[in-house]
């Protein structure tokens, strides 16, 4: 196998027309703090931290170049999120493919050497639909993202489409929403405040 895009290291059997790698579910509900992945590595007790990349690609892309370096790290964590990214509406679609097959190619490495990992679930408009819930688990528990969504009334629409759509296709055991949860959302659903208002409020003396 040619040595590049980690084909070297794993070529999984992939699903959908993309041949996108398949997640497995996990069925356990979080019980730990959240934190983001640029925090991993100073973390000073990560059997009490689940790991999300609800932050800027850059942060987490390394987890992609050298996927090596970092299992027995994450191996220390409760749990993580499988890594988010991004699949803007004004990306190029074979940008966005290829950063969900980048997405299920590490999730799926991260599960095979023990890691639980939680899906990330994305999407953009409308023709996302088509790929986006493509290596999801059905009956699992999994993460959103409402951050940067509700700023307007179409981006708010794009989001609640998506979250629809997957309700319906993938019937979440539950799901983990960072950031704001919009009151469309119903109530099979568990919201965690970003870290940076969890800072804030610790800095106020709010949260311990």
Same mark, same amino acid.
């Given at each position: 196998?040619?040595?590049?895009?980690?084909?070297?290291?794993?070529?999984?059997?992939?699903?959908?027309?993309y041949d996108i790698p398949q997640i497995e579910p996990v069925t356990e509900y979080? =019980?730990?703090?959240?934190?983001?992945?640029?925090?991993?590595? /100073? !973390? /000073?007790?990560?059997?009490?931290?689940?790991?999300?990349?609800?932050?800027?690609?850059?942060?987490?892309?390394?987890?992609?170049?050298?996927?090596?370096?970092?299992?027995?790290?994450?191996?220390?964590? &409760?749990?993580?999120?499988?890594? =988010?990214?991004?699949?803007? *509406?004004?990306?190029p679609l074979a940008m966005q493919i290829y950063n969900h097959y980048r997405k299920?190619?590490?999730?799926?490495?991260?599960? @095979?050497?023990?890691?639980?990992?939680?899906?990330?679930?994305?999407?953009?408009?409308?023709?996302?639909? !088509?790929?986006?819930?493509?290596?999801?688990? @059905?009956?699992?528990?999994?993460?959103?993202?409402?951050?940067? *969504?509700?700023?307007? /009334?179409?981006?708010? &629409?794009?989001?609640?489409?998506?979250? !629809?759509?997957?309700?319906? &296709?993938? /019937?979440?055991?539950?799901? +983990?929403?960072?950031?704001?949860?919009?009151?469309?959302?119903?109530?099979?659903? +568990?919201?965690?405040?970003?870290?940076?208002?969890?800072?804030?409020?610790?800095?106020?003396?709010?949260?311990?």
């Amino acid at each position: 196998m040619i040595d590049f895009e980690n084909l070297d290291k794993c070529l999984f059997h992939g699903v959908g027309y993309y041949d996108i790698p398949q997640i497995e579910p996990v069925t356990e509900y979080p =019980d730990g703090e959240f934190i983001p992945m640029n925090y991993a590595n /100073k !973390e /000073k007790n990560p059997a009490e931290k689940i790991i999300h990349c609800f932050v800027h690609d850059y942060q987490f892309s390394r987890y992609w170049n050298r996927p090596d370096n970092y299992i027995q790290r994450l191996s220390q964590f &409760r749990a993580v999120c499988s890594p =988010d990214f991004s699949t803007y *509406t004004d990306m190029p679609l074979a940008m966005q493919i290829y950063n969900h097959y980048r997405k299920h190619w590490i999730a799926a490495y991260w599960q @095979r050497h023990g890691i639980t990992v939680y899906p990330s679930i994305s999407w953009s408009d409308e023709r996302s639909f !088509e790929w986006c819930f493509d290596g999801e688990p @059905r009956g699992s528990v999994v993460a959103i993202s409402s951050v940067g *969504t509700q700023a307007d /009334k179409k981006s708010k &629409r794009l989001f609640i489409r998506g979250y !629809e759509e997957m309700m319906d &296709r993938l /019937k979440p055991l539950c799901v +983990i929403c960072y950031g704001r949860v919009p009151k469309e959302c119903g109530q099979k659903i +568990i919201g965690i405040p970003p870290y940076y208002d969890v800072i804030v409020n610790r800095r106020k003396g709010l949260v311990k």
